[in-house]
């Protein structure tokens, strides 16, 4: 597994394409949290479950705008621009999103923490 979080969010993004739910979880904290674009709060399981949900499937997407901001040592903060597409539950999704994610290290290992996408206006 990568050892910066430049790479590892690029390894995230692929775990997502690829629906390697296994690699996501080894990538998210024990109290991972994400603040969808409508506001709703999910933690790990529940981020765990989407990506494990057969009907779960991203037919394209892209990241762009992807930086990096280190916080200290330990800590960084990487911003990004998602647009993609895809299905759950039988229901067509497109996303256009500003992104947050915050990456902690400890005993060695980068896992993200924290996540928060925000739908760009039309």
């Known amino acids: ?13 692929d ?6 739910a296994s690699a996501v ?13 409508n506001g709703a709060v999910m ?14 499937r991203i037919v394209s997407g892209d990241h762009t705008e992807v930086a990096v901001v280190p916080l200290g040592a330990n800590v960084a903060l990487v911003h990004h621009h998602w647009r993609g597409q895809g299905t759950f539950k039988g229901k067509e999704f497109v996303d256009d999103h500003r992104c947050v994610m915050v990456w ?14 925000s739908p760009v206006a039309s």
Do not use: C, N
């Not at 597994?1 to 993004?13: K, N």
């Not at 902690?104 to 996408?117: M, P």
């Open 1 to 13: 597994m990568p050892h910066d979080p430049a790479a590892l969010t690029a390894t995230w993004f």
């Open 15 to 20: 775990a997502w394409r690829t629906k390697d």
């Open 25 to 37: 979880e080894r990538m998210m904290a024990a109290d991972y949290v994400y603040v969808a674009p």
């Open 43 to 56: 933690d790990r399981e529940t981020i765990l479950g989407i990506i494990k949900e057969p009907s779960y």
């Open 104 to 117: 902690f290290r400890s005993d060695g290992a980068w896992r993200v923490h924290y996540e928060q996408a």
